[in-house]
């Protein structure tokens, strides 16, 4: 099973700050891995796919990179409704979640 | 609208059983794939299992947590997925999901969740 672990736990930051969120898998994915926001009491909601490329009508401040075993979220410039728990999920192997980075208000 | 609807969750003793459903609406239900994945209270997201559409055979594929004890099928006359829980464990505790595994190959729809709890 591909493990998927992600970074930090818990991010603490502004509006308008700049987040960057890490995912590392315990074997190569290739491209394979998406992003998923989660709110409270929501189910989550897909952001990125294949590492880079954005979901329908997710604004431009969210964008994913990476390949292999290390991908990154960033987010731009925070707004107040992104302050969320977020997941990565690679599908190169069957199916698997990170444990999520939870991106709070300082 | 596109949306999924899942019920039947609700109180269930160790060892005990029971079985949501999951309403598809507003999609082609029938060609799609479709899967469970369930979230315990403040932890992170499980994959639970699938079941492919018939052009796949309706085939099915489950967690090693939960394999022998699960089963997911559907009824396409209905746009309905069903999972049939067994033997259920106090770790089976968790808001499980229904999710549709859209043409990107991710999960593109999700429904609200509903709340299975385990205990005597």
């Keep these: 099973e591909i493990v998927l672990t992600q970074s930090p736990a ?3 930051l502004s509006p308008g700050e700049r987040a960057t969120l890490s995912c590392r898998a315990s074997q190569s994915v290739s491209s394979y891995l998406a992003w998923y926001q989660q709110k409270p009491g929501q189910a989550p909601r897909l952001l990125i796919y294949d590492a880079s490329n954005r979901a329908t009508d997710i604004p431009a401040r969210f964008s994913g990179s990476g390949s292999g075993t290390d991908f990154t979220l960033t987010i731009s410039s925070l707004e107040p409704e992104d ?3 977020y ?6 192997s069957w199916l698997t979640f990170g444990g999520g980075t939870k991106v709070e208000i300082k | 609208e596109v949306q999924l609807v899942e019920s ?3 109180l269930v003793q160790p060892g005990g059983s029971l079985k949501l459903s999951c309403a598809a609406s ?4 029938s060609g799609s794939d479709m899967h469970w994945v369930r979230q315990a209270s403040g932890k992170g ?7 492919r559409s018939k052009a796949n055979s309706y085939a099915t594929v489950y967690a090693a947590s939960v394999q022998g004890r699960f089963t997911i099928s559907r009824d396409d006359s209905k746009n309905t997925a069903y999972l049939q829980m067994n033997s259920l464990k106090t ?3 968790a808001v499980y999901y229904c999710t549709r595994l ?3 190959q991710y999960f593109d729809l999700w429904g609200r969740g509903t709340l299975v709890t385990v205990s005597s």
């Design chain 2, 45 to 51: 997201l499980e994959w639970v299992g699938r079941i």
């Design chain 1, 83 to 85: 302050f969320a728990v």
């Design chain 1, 10 to 12: 818990t991010l603490s």
């Design chain 2, 8 to 10: 039947g969750g609700g």
């Design chain 1, 87 to 92: 997941y990565c999920q690679q599908r190169s």
């Design chain 2, 102 to 104: 859209g043409w990107l």
């Design chain 2, 91 to 93: 770790e089976d505790t």
């Design chain 2, 26 to 29: 507003g999609f082609s239900f």
